[in-house]
């Protein structure tokens, strides 16, 4: 098959661009730690709540100075808890699920934006360096108040005390 | 709409025998086309009302026993333009287009009726519920949101007519090569009948989903279901379903519109490899729309993004190809120097004119949709508002823009009818390409800078941010130009339909020669190396993850009616 | 009619088209980047 020696240049240089592309996507995930969510675990959304579940509970938990983990539970139309406080600094690891229906979840300015299912944990972590109001909202249609559902994740200045 | 052969002295009597060959496939076109414009014109009118919206004007409240909320209004907008505008102009296009491209009517024209009966039925069946404000739930029917059955049957009877469609144009196919041993088939024609199989395997993922998991649960014969694994049934078909939409674009871009132009094909052969890749390569790319799932390895999202990248290769081949193919006809009519003949294009030409819009807004819709494609980079942007920015320059331009360009040819050729004030058409495709500019820009930047979310009623939305404000007044724009062209373009088809005005000889359907008249090798012009591929590719990228999804099933979620 | 193997006004078109292309998608690549690890 005869290919035109012009169009022979762009098909190198479209190759070309989406390799490119390609190493920084690699470089990305698996160098700089920017990952999609995974595979984590599965739940009964019709027993989460249930005592004995980490969502039966959701909120906040300090593992380590600096380092905390936090059980978020998607209703219609509600985030359990609504608001997170963490000082400035903290690496922060969410465990998001559904009890009904699917929702989404993103965190203004972060790259924490994903699908929240029931029957799935979504986990996704961030180091929040700057103190501010981050809004958290539900991306994902889940019905009429859809949106209205939406929380606050408040980073405050770390405390001198704590170094 | 049938085209009435009237007998006309000298010159014209050679084609209109010829119409008349074809009078069946005209009046299905014509069905088909009717019924996809007269879904886009309420389609339309829902977008006009959702841009109002963003800017905090509720306007569901004067529609209210038809469209209650904004969440109704977006249901009906994404089924009616992404399904049915799309769907039933494609197959009535395609009726034309094969059947005039091989010169040989349908070989079971009952077939084809049939197909149109099923289509026409679902959308029926699939009306009813989503205006009782029983099924919003949107285009995308995410479980457990459950609708009532009868739009997940109307659904699948509307699928199930586009096959029955695709197999009456396969037998004519068939037909033509039997009688005409040796011979390369025609390339519209060839292009049109990959996309209609391409099609075929595509929607396999939705009738799964649909008929082993949510009808059944919404008549109550299953308790519950498994989101992640409907969303993967559904995601399988909803990758190629945008190349359904794009590759009937793609036809007359290739096929046609260098004809308009006065210029040529410039690679048959590469056109040819373009659509086999197409089919080859659609299908198993599904988990880039599943990329922020939970439950989906990042292995396998990871290898679905080399696919996509993989896909992504023939549209850049097509920009370049049909770029080139414009040349030579921008050069035949006079064009000098490095882009004289861009100038020298039939830019009075409202077909021509729309259809090459709709190639520069995709030129933009291709860039943000490797972003999407991007893996990780998609973080940024995912379920924000960039991706209706995007989508609004694929399938709201490339395909409908083009399909309006089609239109101005193909509605005075059913009908045999001259175009109605072509400066008006001409308007309707400039303001639809200023709109759509407009709209896709606004909306591009709102998602990646304020992640401001999708299918979301903004204007109520307790997270509202006056920093959206200027961004939203742009898109709201953008719908004022939109709903101009709109006006225009209903105008134009009324204008056509009622004109008096008849045309002395039909409209021939524009065909493109080949600039090399040589065959184009065998390898693409035969199905079976390509069509093998495509399924092992498939089992290949989608086989593991379901077979763990389905053997790990766990239907434990019940349906929820959330509007 | 001009000889079709030459059409450099379309490679020129794709030139520029290329350098948009790596413009738009090197700003979201980079917002990613600046907006940090997510593991």
Known sequence: MHIDRYEQIWIRISVAVLVIFMIGIVVAGWSLSIQVPGVYGRVDPNTVTEPGSPWAEPGLRELAPGKYEVYILAQIWTFVPGEIRVPAGS????????????????????????????GQISKMTHRFEEPGEYDFVCHEYCGVGHHTMAGKLIVEEAVASNQ | MSVQSIPQPAAGADAHSSEARFSLENKLTGWHIGVAMAALSIGVTLG??????????????????????YYQGLTIHGVLNALVWTTF?????????????????????WINVLGFVLMFVGLLMATYPLLANLATVLYTFYPPMQAHWTFYLGLTLVVVG??????????????????????????????????????????????AEILTMLLPW????????????????????????????????????????PKQAGGKMFSDSL??????????????????????DPGIPQGWKFIHALLTYGVAFPSLLTAFTVAASLEIGGRARGGKGWFGWIRKLPWDNPSYTAQNLAMIIFAFGGISGITNASYNVNLAVHNTVWIPGHFHLTVGSATTLTFFGIAYWLVPKLTGKQLYKPKLALAQAWTWFFGMILFGNGFHLLGLHYGVPRRTMLGAAVYRDPAWTPFLIEVFVGVLFLTTSAILFYWVIIGTLTHKKRLEKPVEMPIAEAADPTPVPAWLDTWKPWLYGAIALIIIAYGPMLYTLISEMQLTSPGFRVW | MKDPDTPKGALALMLVYVLIIIALWSNVYFTVLSRGATQ
């Open chain 1, 91 to 118: 690496e922060v690891t969410f465990y998001v699920t559904s009890k009904d229906v699917q929702h989404g979840f993103r965190i203004q300015d972060t790259n924490l934006s994903f699908m929240v299912l029931p």
């Open chain 2, 48 to 69: 006009i009302m959702q841009g109002f919206e963003h800017l905090g004007i509720d306007l569901y409240k004067y529609t209210a026993p038809a469209f209650k909320t």
């Open chain 2, 89 to 109: 102009f494609i197959v009535g296009f395609f009726t034309t287009a094969i059947t005039r491209s091989l010169d040989r009517p349908l070989k079971y024209p």
């Open chain 2, 162 to 207: 586009s096959w029955v469609a695709g197999y009456g144009f396969y037998f004519t196919l068939h037909a033509w090569r039997k009688e005409n041993p040796g011979k390369r088939t025609p390339f519209i024609a060839l292009a049109s009948t990959i996309t209609m199989v391409m099609w075929q395997i595509a929607t396999l993922g939705v009738a």
């Open chain 2, 218 to 257: 919404s008549l109550g014969l299953i308790e519950g279901t498994d989101p992640l694994l409907a969303r993967t049934y559904f995601w399988y078909f909803g990758h190629p379903l945008v190349y359904f939409w794009l590759l009937p674009a793609y036809v007359a871009w290739y096929g046609m519109v």
């Open chain 2, 271 to 292: 056109a040819r490899l373009v659509f086999w890749l197409f089919l080859l390569l659609s299908t198993p790319v599904g988990f880039h729309h599943q990329y922020t």
